[in-house]
């Protein structure tokens, strides 16, 4: 599996420099995971980053030399393997491997599947997308999410009483 | 301008009860509310609130850092879904 951590922007300057975006939780860890390759694998970007301007960062890429080289890599998508990352601590998952499963209730009825994670500032949340079109958010806490079996492709959950069911009749803004 | 002091942290009463009774009961739910302009008091510390952001609710954990500010600011109106990356999420 290949993840997405950054974006080449475009050109700057006339040596051959790129503007990259980053897209990883520390902006300076896209140089950390080893080379970079496009979607397909195919194309490798050793990049060294050389700066930072206005919330991208400056890199130079092995052999582009010119502002056209450059620029012609305007908009590529940049990829690691998704083994090159460290193994997370006990009960910290990586988004990339929880987005996808499939939440299953605990007697084993499909739900949806796990559409998003988010962190507002008041703990981490998983947003399910279900069959419906709904896109309920439950706390990411082991009372409402007590399995996740990343190899077995699911995650349990036991939704509080209410929250998967929006807009009930009796429940109406004071 | 500040809130003048005297007048105490701005609350809709509703809240107030609502937590109450949740403790009371002690059933872990999500207390459901609309007023994303009230003030998180101590009394809210350990509850979760599904906080309305105009579409659905957001849960919100409230913990002691939380004191002072507003329900609102945990709540955001607009979703910037972003790129997974190496983004990692610890479960509480």
């Known amino acids: ?174 | 301008m500040a809130r003048s002091v005297w007048k105490g942290p701005f609350l809709d009463g509703y809240l107030l009860k609502k937590a109450d009774k949740s403790r009371s009961s002690g059933r872990n739910e999500i207390l459901k509310i609309w007023s994303r302009r009230s003030t998180i008091l101590p009394q809210f510390v350990g509850l979760t609130f599904g906080v309305y952001n105009g579409q659905k609710f957001i849960p919100v954990l409230v913990t002691d850092n939380m004191i002072g500010h507003k329900f609102g600011e945990f709540s955001p109106t607009r979703t910037f879904y972003g790129h997974a990356s190496d983004k990692k999420s610890k479960r509480s």
Not at chain 1, 95 to 119: F, K, S
């Open chain 1, 1 to 174: 599996m290949r993840i997405c951590v950054g974006q080449i922007l475009g050109a700057h300057g006339v040596r051959g420099l790129v503007k990259l975006a980053s897209f990883t939780e520390d902006p300076e860890a896209i140089s950390h995971y080893g080379d970079l390759t496009d979607q397909a694998g195919t194309r490798t970007f050793p990049v060294e980053l050389v700066g930072s301007n206005k919330g991208h960062w400056i890199a130079r890429i092995d052999k582009v030399d010119d502002r056209d080289a450059a620029q012609a890599l305007g908009g590529t998508r940049l990829f690691v393997d998704r083994a090159a990352l460290p193994p997370p601590d006990e009960d910290e998952f990586y988004h990339a491997d929880l987005i996808g499963l499939r939440a299953e209730l605990a007697d084993g009825t499909v739900l949806g599947t796990v559409a998003a994670m988010h962190n507002f500032g008041a703990g981490d949340i998983v947003e399910l997308a279900l069959p419906s079109g709904k896109r309920p958010l439950l706390p990411f806490d082991r009372e409402t999410v007590p399995e996740i079996d990343p190899a077995a492709g699911r995650i349990v959950v036991d939704p509080p009483p209410g929250l998967l069911d929006e807009a009930k009749s009796g429940d109406v803004q004071p």
